[in-house]
């Protein structure tokens, strides 16, 4: 197994206003988009079909919904670029200065570690209620 230069937590409730922050600014449409996709429903509907495999689906719908959100903030990540130094520094507990010389291909790894955080995605399927 490989080492990364990087440790992570999982996201806090003071982590959720640098988020909401994130989300404004590449979009909160571009967010929404992500609930939206044909991969998405289905899972939704497999999950409304078979309620033992709820749970399962939920899981897989959150890992779908947030690897669509890594993709979005990719898009946009310059907008919101020291932003998104600084909420990877509060979950890594680096300085966001270290996080921005970054060889490009660690800082992507970093930002799908985050996406892939179990907190993570709760927090964005919870979320998705809202867009229901």
């Known amino acids: 197994m490989e080492n990364k ?3 992570l937590r ?3 409730a003071d982590d959720i206003f640098l988020m909401f922050r994130i989300l ?6 571009n967010v929404k988009e992500c609930f939206q996709s044909e991969e998405v429903k289905n899972a939704m509907m497999l999950m409304a079909a078979n309620k033992d495999e709820g749970e399962k689906e939920l899981s897989g719908i959150g890992m779908l ?3 669509d959100i890594g993709c979005v903030l990719m898009e946009h990540m310059d ?3 020291n932003d998104i130094y600084a909420f990877l520094a509060r979950l890594s507990d680096m300085k966001a200065e270290d996080i921005a010389q ?3 291909g660690d800082f992507a790894e970093m930002i799908i570690d985050v996406v892939k955080l179990e907190g993570f995605r709760d927090f964005f399927m ?7």
Do not use: E, S
């Open 102 to 104: 970054m060889n490009p």
């Open 10 to 12: 999982n996201p806090q």
């Open 65 to 67: 919904v947030a690897i």
């Open 126 to 132: 919870r979320v998705f209620g809202l867009f229901k």
């Open 5 to 7: 230069a990087y440790t």
């Open 79 to 81: 907008a919101a670029k």
């Open 24 to 29: 404004t600014k590449v979009g909160v449409k």
